[in-house]
């Protein structure tokens, strides 16, 4: 029976487009009303399949980028010479159907009995699935205290601004700019290191629980800088996007 159930969640579906939004230029959200959906847990990806006139397929991962209670979204990054990411932010339409299956994933989630703090690290698109967290938090009434550092290139880059600029009580966001900071800007301007990491994330003996996703050069980087703090590794939890990005 649970199996049946297993092998069922991941069974490819057609979802329809109900609505686009963009995020930065390169970045939009797809907000996908999926007519089969078990629910999914923050920090869940799917799925996604697309076929050719020819036959041919492409499958790509993406984070779910809203909390359990809201319709599945995803938030994907335009990689220009990439196969599907071109496709799903520029030529999809509300309306139109995509294939997906899931939710996949039961390590790198976080429910509110998990609690907190919490300690957030994003490089890039690596912010979805954090997305889905802080609004889970919300959603549902969790106190549980969040810092989350996020790194991107610029500020025009930062995915979900506004939203972050308006983050919730005992939600502390700390934005790093790499490429390039606009005048005045006093936040950090360098990619994530152990120094930045031992100014922001929360000292070891809070018990802070970790989440760290982005490229995987950034997510290695950060995670070893973490346990290099004293973090137990068990309590660093890692998502790879693969080696594109930052
Ligand atoms: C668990 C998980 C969750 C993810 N969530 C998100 C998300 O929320 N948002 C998001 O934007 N992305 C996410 N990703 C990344 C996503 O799955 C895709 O990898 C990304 O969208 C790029 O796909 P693409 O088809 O556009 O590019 P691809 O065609 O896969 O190309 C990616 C890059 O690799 C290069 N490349 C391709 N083939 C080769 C090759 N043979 N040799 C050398 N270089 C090559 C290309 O030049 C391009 O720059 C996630 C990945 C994982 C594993």
Do not use: N
């Amino acid at each position: 029976m649970a199996r049946a159930a297993v092998l069922g969640r991941l069974t490819w579906q057609v979802a329809g487009v109900e609505q686009v939004v963009d995020e930065t230029p390169r970045v939009r959200t797809i907000v996908l009303d999926v007519p089969d959906w078990p629910g999914h847990r923050a920090g869940q990806h799917l799925d996604i399949r697309l076929t050719a006139e020819d036959g041919y397929r492409a499958e790509r991962e993406y984070s779910i980028a809203s909390a359990p209670d809201e319709p599945v979204a995803i938030t994907v990054e335009r990689l220009d010479d990439g196969e599907v990411s071109p496709y799903l932010t520029e030529e999809l339409r509300p309306g139109d159907g995509l294939e997906l299956r899931g939710p996949i994933g039961g390590y790198f989630v976080w429910d509110p009995e998990d609690g907190g703090p919490l300690l957030l690290v994003a490089g890039g698109s690596g912010v979805v699935p954090l997305r889905a967290m802080l609004r889970h938090r919300q959603r549902s009434g969790s106190d549980a205290p969040v810092r989350l550092l996020y790194s991107s290139r610029t500020l025009g880059d930062v995915i979900y601004r506004r939203e972050l600029d308006q983050a919730a009580d005992g939600v502390e966001v700390v934005h790093t700019l790499t490429r390039e900071q606009p005048p005045g800007w006093t936040g950090p301007a360098r990619r994530v290191d152990a120094e930045l990491l031992g100014e922001f994330a929360w000292p070891t003996e809070d018990g802070a629980l970790a989440f760290v996703c982005g490229p995987t050069s950034f997510v290695e980087t950060v995670a070893a800088g973490l346990v290099e703090l004293g973090y137990p590794p068990a309590r660093v939890k890692t998502e790879r996007f693969g080696a594109t990005g930052r």
